[in-house]
């Protein structure tokens, strides 16, 4: 069954997939600019003139292909790869860039770019030779790989993350937005290696079909809508604290995930979210609602809907499975089954300290 909230974002991402497929557009590929693909020569400069030559549409045949900057994606504008292409930041491109040296980014995050698209292929942070720097420092790399801010109609689909420095898809001051069939796939673990991370001022989103097999991936949170958070980071540079409202988040599989789904917020209000169909074995948290650090009391969460979900806890710690010491309203907790039979961390944990409105329906699988 569809949530009726979520009517508008599902019927709106239709009619962006049918107009792109009635339009079609001109079409070019990045050997016309000079790209080689041999994993050796600086594709940097032939990608992005073959972004910049007005295209609707930009094919990266297969290859592997180095950069050393951030690459620019404009408005109106899907930029296609094969699925054995791969973008890989090149040794020493980010201490060379200095600052945010994204894998990719919308050309221009102040005014706002629309109807972007990335989709295919493999895109590796190649995070052993590049290291991010002091988090407060304000030109250090924050080794986020892809990010969109201010964007409307953005689409990131059918793609491998793999060895980003922290969060691999970070979105911010996005409306309409479908971020879907994405495998985190990093072979080189690291703090903060969000999945998908939203930031402030976010609507009308779809985030389905998000995977990982490998064993600590990912090391951070798979999926995290943070309304507040400390955005003096470097991997929170560019993000805003704001309200994060209408988000589907569905189909999310980890065999050891540090935590599946995590909502933060302080004073700025997460609304009407859905996180259905959630698979795996997570070594902290299913559902994460801890204040972090906020002050007790805190919180301005409301109308969560968690449902299907069938979770094991992994060995290593005792924390709940869902810790709630945010206040939330109206959290409803539907057919959450937890597969696994370690007594020692709770299924759900609420802090009496805060206003909770909530249900659930939990039970233990059987032996």
């Known amino acids: 069954m569809i949530v009726p909230r979520l009517l508008p974002v599902l019927m709106l991402l239709c009619t ?213 958070d400390d955005v003096t980071r470097h991997f929170n540079r560019g993000m805003k604290l704001g309200p994060i409202r209408n988000i589907l988040v569905e189909n999310i599989t980890a065999t050891d995930a540090y935590t599946f789904v995590r909502l933060l917020s302080n004073t700025q209000p997460i609304r009407d979210i859905t996180i259905r169909n959630v698979r795996g074995g997570c070594r902290w948290y299913c559902l994460n609602l801890n204040r972090w650090r906020f002050p007790k009391g805190r919180g301005n969460i409301a109308n969560v809907l968690v449902e299907n979900v069938e979770v094991a806890k992994n060995p290593g710690n005792d924390r709940p499975l869902i810790p709630v010491t945010l206040s939330v309203s109206n959290l409803r907790i539907r057919n959450f089954v937890r597969t696994d039979h370690d007594g020692k961390a709770k299924t759900l944990e609420i802090d009496d300290s805060i206003n909770a409105d909530i249900a659930a329906d939990i039970r233990v699988a059987a032996e």
């Not at 050796?40 to 930009?58: I, N």
């Not at 060895?163 to 971020?179: C, H, K, P, Q, Y």
């Not at 064993?215 to 999926?223: A, E, R």
Request: proline share 3%; net charge negative.
């Open 16 to 228: 962006m997939e049918t107009a792109m497929s009635q339009n079609p557009a001109s079409v070019v590929s990045v050997r016309q600019f000079g790209a080689v693909g041999d994993g050796q020569a600086d594709d940097t400069a032939a990608l992005q003139k073959a972004l910049d030559s007005g295209s609707r549409v930009v094919q990266v045949p297969a290859g592997t292909y180095v950069i050393r900057r951030s690459l620019r994606i404009g408005s109106d504008t899907t930029f296609s790869l094969d699925k054995e292409a791969v973008i890989r930041l090149g040794d020493g491109a980010a201490a060379e860039a200095g600052g945010d040296c994204f894998m990719i980014c919308n050309r221009d995050p102040e005014q706002g770019n629309e109807n972007i698209t990335v989709t295919g292929g493999l895109w590796d942070g190649n995070c052993a030779k590049n290291p991010r720097g002091d988090e407060f420092a304000a030109d250090s790399y924050g080794g986020v790989g892809m990010n969109f801010v201010k964007v409307s109609k953005l689409t990131v689909t059918n793609l491998t993350m793999r060895n980003t420095e922290s969060f691999a898809i970070r979105v911010g001051e996005v409306d309409r937005f479908l971020v879907e069939n994405i495998l985190l796939d990093h072979t080189i673990i690291r703090p903060n290696q969000d999945g998908i991370h939203v930031g402030g001022f976010s609507e009308n989103g779809v985030i389905r079909n998000i995977s990982a097999t490998r064993p600590n991936v990912p090391n951070d949170d798979m999926v995290a809508l943070n309304a507040d």
